[in-house]
């Protein structure tokens, strides 16, 4: 298995473990009773249903902005040995194109992490 790939699986199972340590949490467990909020009552079970969702988007947001540093990390290293020439020719230019194809990736990455991040609990959930 690739470096990358490796790594990649291992970030994805930290985030796992990360949802899954929220959920145990009483973030996630929502009792149904109500309390009283600067005069207002509120349902916990919404409040909680919405501390959960901003908890998990949180857990994201940061997840995907190591990898997407990781990544450009990564993809700056294959550029400056594919620069230094350390490899024959049609090897460095496999490396250069890889490292651009990592920073087009990243560029994704980060569109989806603002995405993310503007995300909001819709008002209905059916």
Do not use: H
């Amino acid at each position: 298995m690739p470096p990358i790939v490796k790594y990649l699986k291992a970030l994805s199972d930290n985030f796992q473990l990360s949802a899954n340590r929220w959920r145990g949490t009483d973030c996630c467990q929502g009792s149904v009773s109500s309390s009283r909020v600067k005069g207002g009552t509120i349902n916990s079970a919404l409040y909680s249903e919405q501390s959960c969702f901003e908890a998990d988007r949180d857990a994201l947001v940061r997840e995907l902005k190591v990898i997407e540093s990781s990544l450009e990390e990564g993809a700056t290293e294959m550029t400056m040995v594919a620069a230094e020439n350390v490899f024959e020719r049609q090897v460095s230019k496999i490396l250069d194109a890889e490292a651009r194809a990592l920073i087009r990736m990243v560029r994704g990455l980060k569109d989806l992490r603002i995405a993310v991040a503007r995300a909001r609990l819709p008002k209905s959930r059916k």
